[in-house]
Structures are given as structure tokens and as C-alpha cells.
């Protein structure tokens, strides 16, 4: 059974930093390419960042270019999400992602790993950016 745990979020100020984290468990973790979403309340759920399978290919949404960092530890099974510059606009429940939709947002093939068939999703954890 694969799961995908989300930590770290939490509430912070304009300007703040903030890590998230996502362990992952019961899939091929070092195949698999990973990313991360977000929702805001009211608004559809939004790419924010993938990784290729070792780390090596990185792909931003444009509203976090230069402010966010994704990265892989795969000794841990872990991925994170260093979040620098936290704008208000940035809140939202941030969603860890392994599947298709990663494949299809990012136009990445199985060289920057798998994607399997089904989309996999972590519970979330809130981020709460204030002015």
C-alpha cells in the first residue's frame, strides 16, 4: 500500500521560510519521479514543483521560480520543499504527488522516471502565509 506523509507546514509571515517534508512508503521511491501541488480554498489544485527520480532534473510552476526548492533524499525515501519568500498568495493545503498527472504537467518521460498509472496523494499539510 503506497503512502505519502506530509509534514511541516504551518503558519508564517510574509517573507518567512518554511521545509515541508514527505515520506513515502510501499513504491520503487528511487524510480518514481515526484512533486508537489497545492489548493488554495476555492481555486483548483496547482503544480508547484516535480524532481526527476535521482534529483538530477528539477521543474518549477512559475509563481514559485527562483523562491522554492525541491529536492530528494533517496537513501530516506524522503522529498521535500524549501519554501523561501512566502508570499500570502502562497497559502494553500500542499499536497505531495507521485503519478500520470506529474507526467502529463511536466511533459517528462520514463527517463526522469516512473509515473506508474494511478496518482497517488498524500493527507497534506497546511501552509498559512500572513501579510
Known amino acids: ?52 527520480w535521482n534529483g538530477g532534473t528539477t521543474y518549477y510552476g512559475d509563481s514559485v521560480k527562483g523562491r522554492f526548492t525541491i529536492s530528494r533524499d533517496n537513501a530516506k525515501n524522503m522529498l521535500y520543499l524549501k519554501m523561501n519568500s512566502l508570499k500570502p498568495e502562497d497559502t494553500a493545503v500542499y499536497y505531495c504527488n507521485a503519478g500520470p498527472l506529474l507526467s502529463r504537467t511536466t511533459g517528462w518521460g ?13 493527507q497534506g499539510t497546511q501552509v498559512t502565509v500572513s501579510s
Open 1 to 52: 500500500q503506497v503512502q505519502l506523509v506530509e509534514s511541516g507546514g504551518g503558519s508564517v509571515q510574509a517573507g518567512g521560510s518554511l521545509k515541508l517534508s514527505c515520506a513515502a512508503s510501499g513504491l520503487p521511491f528511487n524510480n518514481y519521479a515526484m512533486g508537489w501541488f497545492r489548493q488554495a480554498p476555492g481555486k483548483e489544485r496547482q503544480f508547484v514543483a516535480a524532481i526527476s
Open 110 to 122: 520514463i527517463h526522469n522516471g516512473l509515473h506508474g498509472t494511478v496518482d497517488y496523494w498524500g
